[in-house]
């Protein structure tokens, strides 16, 4: 077997050589569940035969360790699968346009000081970040053609969201753990890479960590305190609050971006605007990806799963490895096993072409 690290938009050379090979399906499946996730048509493209819920939650329960020690948590759901969708910018929410339509007007309004006198900050909510909306879906264009676009706004982030996404940041998996799910799991000698490894819950905030250095360094945000509280319910309140006592204190305007029905009730009881994201439950069955989102995609998949596997041309793309640094995920980088025969030395020369050409365009 064959290795490349590579990071997340890197991994549009490796579908474009699988392309240029005049494979025009690859069929990515998780391979733990022995479970086809769907089919991706590279010549269109598009995803065709997304697995349906009642397939995929009988191949997780087939798959559930007999040992309790082991949480049920650990094992990758459906949700994860929509959210990978979701967050990679396949799935639009279910009022994007009109979420669109709102944000054109807000950035418009708070340009005219007659119709906005006080500066106007967008605050986000923990699921804001977990979803990547702001680096995914943005920038986004309403029905005449005008564009939105994420640094059209000024933002806030309170201490209390940043905290809940770092308290999850806390299980690896233990050799009984390993051990436990070998017994039960498809191709468990995968299983080696993920020893002392990341948990899947700590894996997915992770990707929110990405998400929150975007907000913070390329989007400016301001950091401002906040308490957190012993649980997600009053959790929820201690965020909208710390919106509220700085919005006040500084004579601002604040919008509430969220995904959570009961974080606009407590934005509204903190006297903020809250804008609220409507997340699709629904999953075609088949529908085009734009191409530039691809590797999104796959990035997210195998983070999410831990490794996903691209069947017909007998590649893995590991999301968590034996080794795999805190760097590696600052960098979003993944690891791609090729066979001996397989698309490796193909990839490699492209790679170390496009990192030298980048390389001289960064000086």
């Known amino acids: 077997m064959k290795e490349l690290v590579m990071s997340r938009r890197e991994l549009q050379i490796l579908t474009n050589a699988i392309y240029r090979g005049e494979t025009r399906y690859i069929h990515v499946s998780y391979p733990f569940y022995g479970t086809e996730l769907f089919t991706l048509d590279i010549g269109k493209p598009e995803l065709k035969s997304i697995v349906r819920p009642d397939a995929f939650d009988w191949a997780r329960n087939s798959k559930r360790p007999l040992d309790r020690s082991v949480s049920a948590d650990e094992l990758p759901s459906y949700s994860d699968l929509r959210n990978c969708l979701l967050s990679s910018g396949f799935l ?25 006198p006080r500066p106007v900050f967008v605050a986000v909510d923990t699921n804001i970040l977990y ?108 965020i909208a609050q710390s919106y509220k006592h700085w919005a006040r204190s500084n004579d601002y305007d604040v919008v509430l971006l969220t995904a959570d029905e009961d974080m606009v009730t407590h934005a509204r009881a903190g006297e903020l605007m809250p804008l609220q994201l409507e997340i699709p439950f629904a999953v075609p069955e088949h529908a085009r990806i734009d191409p530039w989102k691809m590797s999104d995609l796959i990035y997210d998949l195998a983070v ?17 490895w034996g080794g795999k640094s805190s760097t590696d995920y600052a960098r979003e980088h993944v690891k791609v096993v090729f066979p001996e025969e397989g698309k490796h030395d193909t990839v490699s020369r492209q790679l170390e072409i496009c990192r030298r050409v980048l390389g001289w365009a960064n000086g």
């Open 304 to 320: 999410t799963f831990g490794v996903i596997s691209l069947d017909n041309e007998e590649v893995r793309v590991f999301g968590e």
């Open 131 to 238: 979803d990547r909306f702001l680096s995914r879906h943005l920038p986004l264009v309403d029905s005449t053609g005008r564009t939105v676009q994420a640094g059209d706004f000024r933002y806030v982030v309170s201490e209390v969201v940043l905290l809940e996404i770092d308290s999850r940041v806390t299980h690896k998996y233990s050799r009984d753990e390993i051990r436990a799910l070998a017994q039960v799991f498809s191709h468990p000698e995968l299983l080696q890479e993920f020893s002392n490894g990341s948990g899947r819950r700590t894996r997915v905030s992770k990707l929110a960590m990405n998400e929150t250095e975007y907000l913070l360094t390329e989007l400016r945000a301001l950091r401002i305190k906040g308490t957190p509280a012993r649980d997600k319910e009053h959790n929820d309140i201690e």
């Open 92 to 116: 639009n929410y279910k009022n994007e346009q009109e979420i669109t339509d709102r944000l054109i007007a807000l950035r418009e309004d708070s340009r005219d000081p007659n119709k906005r």
